[in-house]
C-alpha cells in the first residue's frame, strides 16, 4: 500500500552507528536478558574446551537473518569451582568460538558492583550484516521462576543509530534506538521496551530529552506517524538502522466522541495518539485502538473542572476509528461513589476509602482543583439512625487512597458513613455503609465476613 506523503518531502537519510562505547545523548537502558543453560543451545557449534565441568550457555538472539542466535558460554579458567571469569562469544556468529579472538576476562557482578564488558556482534538484519555493541554482564541470579541460583547475563546499553533530518524547514539530529533489544532498528508499536524508539534533538542542544510537553518532547515510539511541531511524518528506520525515510504525511482522521472526556490515550499495534476532546469530540487516525487511558473533565461552575482519570489495565475498551462516521463511546458515567471501612490497627481509629467507579467497574482518580478555585474536596459525613450528622471527617480524605480516623468515644450505636463528593453535571450516585460503634470502637460484624 502506497504511504499517504506529500510528495517532494520525501528525505532518505543516511544513518551513523553511535554509541560504540556506551556513550549516548539519552537517558534509555536497553536490555536483552541470557538466561542460563546447562548444553549449548545451537547445533553444531564449534567450541572450544571448557575448563570447568559446569559452563554455561547463552542464546542471543538479534537480527532477522537465518541464524539469529549468538552463543556465549561463560567459564571457570582455573577450574570447577573457582568461579566464573571467562567469557566466549561467537560475536561474528559464524558458529565456531575462537578462543583467540572470541575470549574476554570478566568479573561477575554483585548486588553492590557492576561489571561489565563492551563487546561486538556482527547482526544481519534487512539483508546488511553490522556491527552491535553491547555490554556485557554476568550474575549470580534466582527469583521464583528461577529458584536455583545461577549465572544469568544481560547484554545492555546497545550502540544505536544517528542523523540529521528536516523538519519544518529546520536540521535536527535524529536517533533510532533498539529499545527493545532484538538487533532491528525498525519495530512500531508504542510500547517503550517492547517496541523501538525515535530521538528528534528539537532545541538542538545535544541531547534528547523525554518530557510530558509535547511542544518541546524530543522522544517518541516507532509509530506509522509522529506528530512534531503540528505536522504529520512518517518517519521509518530500515532493519539494520542504516538508513532512515522521513516524508510529511496526511493521515486520515476520523471521530471519537465520549460525553465528557477531556483526554484519551488510544493505542494500535503501529499507532499511539492522546487525544484532546472539544465538546466532548476529538479527532483520530483511522484505525483499531485500545483505551489505554481516559480523563473527564466535569465543568463546575465558577470553578475549575473536577477530573476523573482511569488506566484501563485489562479488559481495555475498544475504539474503532472509522471515516465518516463517530465512533461512540459509552464509557464512564453513570459513576458510582461508595466507601471502603476497615478496622485501624489499634482499635480506635477506622481505616475509610472512598472510591469512583464507572459502568464499567473502571476505578478512577479523582483530582481536584490544581489552583484554588476547587469545588468543596472529598469527605466523609457520619449520620445516626435518625440521619443526624455526627461527625464528619475532612482531612487527608483522598479518593482511592485510605486514611485513619479517630473514631470519637462519644459514637455508640449503629451509624452510617456516607462519601460526600461533588461530581458537576454528570449522572452519579452515593452509597454508605453502615457501622456499629461501641464506644468508640468499631464493631466488626461476623455475618459481613
Ligand atoms: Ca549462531
Ligand atoms: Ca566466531
Ligand atoms: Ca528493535
Ligand atoms: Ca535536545
Known amino acids: 500500500m502506497p504511504l499517504p506523503v506529500l510528495a517532494d518531502s520525501v528525505q532518505t537519510i543516511p544513518m551513523k552507528l553511535a554509541g560504540h562505547e556506551g556513550e549516548k545523548a539519552h537517558g534509555f537502558s536497553n536490555n536483552q536478558w541470557l538466561l542460563p543453560h546447562d548444553t549449548c543451545q545451537e547445533a553444531d557449534v564449534n567450541l572450544p574446551r571448557f575448563a570447568s565441568e559446569k ?52 568479573k561477575l557482578s554483585t548486588r553492590t558492583t557492576h561489571s561489565s564488558k563492551r563487546i561486538r556482534l556482527m547482526v544481519t538484519a534487512g539483508g546488511n550484516t553490522s556491527p552491535y555493541f553491547a555490554d556485557f554482564s554476568a550474575f549470580l541470579y534466582h527469583d521464583r521462576n528461577h529458584p536455583v541460583e545461577n549465572v544469568h547475563a544481560g547484554l545492555r546499553d546497545s550502540s544505536y543509530y544517528e542523523g ?67 505536522r504529520w511524518y512518517s518517519i521509518a528506520a530500515t532493519a539494520d538502522g542504516a538508513q532512515l525515510t522521513v516524508e510529511e504525511a496526511q493521515p486520515a482522521f476520523g471521530i471519537v466522541q465520549i460525553p465528557f472526556a477531556r483526554r484519551a490515550k488510544l493505542r494500535s499495534p503501529t499507532q499511539l495518539q492522546v487525544l484532546d476532546f472539544v465538546d466532548s469530540k476529538a479527532e483520530a487516525i483511522l484505525g483499531k485502538y485500545e483505551l489505554l487511558e481516559l480523563e473527564f473533565g466535569l465543568p463546575a461552575p465558577g470553578a475549575e473542572d473536577v477530573r476523573l ?44 476509602a472512598i472510591h469512583i467507579t464507572g459502568r464499567n467497574n ?44 479517630w473514631i470519637p468515644q462519644s459514637l455508640d450505636g449503629k451509624f452510617r458513613i456516607w462519601p460526600i463528593i461533588h461530581l458537576p453535571g454528570v449522572e452519579y450516585k452515593a452509597t454508605g455503609l453502615e457501622v456499629e460503634f461501641r464506644r468508640g470502637k468499631l464493631v466488626e460484624r461476623d455475618a459481613e465476613r
Open 309 to 352: 482519570v482511569t488506566w484501563f489495565r485489562d479488559q481495555r475498551p475498544q475504539v474503532n476509528v472509522i471515516r465518516g462516521t463517530p465512533a461512540n463511546l459509552e464509557i464512564g458515567p453513570p459513576f458510582q461513589v461508595g466507601i471502603e471501612i476497615a478496622p485501624g490497627s489499634n482499635g480506635q481509629t477506622l481505616e475509610t
Open 55 to 106: 559452563p554455561v550457555f547463552y542464546a542471543a538472539k538479534y537480527g532477522d537473518g537465518e541464524d539469529q542466535v549468538f552463543t556465549f558460554v561463560v567459564d571457570e579458567s582455573g577450574g570447577t569451582g573457582t568461579g566464573y571469569d571467562v567469557v566466549y562469544i561467537d560475536g561474528n556468529n559464524d558458529n565456531r568460538i575462537d578462543p583467540e579472538t572470541e575470549q574476554f576476562k570478566i
Open 362 to 405: 473502571e476505578h478512577y482518580h479523582y483530582r481536584g482543583a490544581e489552583s484554588g478555585h476547587s469545588v468543596a474536596a472529598p469527605a466523609l459525613l457520619v449520620v445516626d439512625e435518625q440521619q443526624r450528622p455526627v461527625a464528619s471527617i475532612h482531612e487527608h480524605v483522598e479518593v482511592g487512597r485510605s486514611s485513619s480516623w
Open 164 to 230: 540529521v533530518a528536516e523538519f519544518g524547514g529546520k536540521r535536527h539530529k535524529i536517533a533510532v534506538l533498539d529499545l527493545n533489544s532484538n538487533g532491528r532498528f525498525n519495530d512500531f508499536g508504542a510500547e517503550l521496551y517492547g517496541n523501538d524508539r525515535m530521538l528528534i534533538d528539537r532545541n538542538n542542544d545535544g541531547t534528547y530529552s523525554h518530557l510530558d510537553d509535547l511542544r518541546k518532547n524530543e522522544s517518541f515510539p516507532s509509530m506509522r506517524f509522529t506528530k512534531i511541531d503540528d
